[in-house]
């Protein structure tokens, strides 16, 4: 499970590197992940201090540091 999940990490680094800031809807919807999936990624990279979440209203928006 856990080459799972630094998988999607991986693939969640590589789309925020590339697109910029970007809403949790957006990349699940642009990316191979699901939402399962992307959640887990924001986490793994976030306890790896690799994430600026912000929230503005209901929006969740996750970019690189």
């Known amino acids: ?26 990349i699940a919807k642009e990316t191979t992940l699901d939402a399962k999936s992307v959640q887990r990624a924001i986490g793994w990279l976030a306890k790896e201090g690799k994430l600026v979440i912000t929230t503005k209203g209901r929006t969740e928006t996750i970019s690189l540091k």
């Open 1 to 26: 499970m856990a080459d799972v999940m630094g998988a999607a990490a991986g693939t969640l680094w590589t789309y925020l590197n590339d697109n910029g800031a970007t809403s949790v809807t957006k």
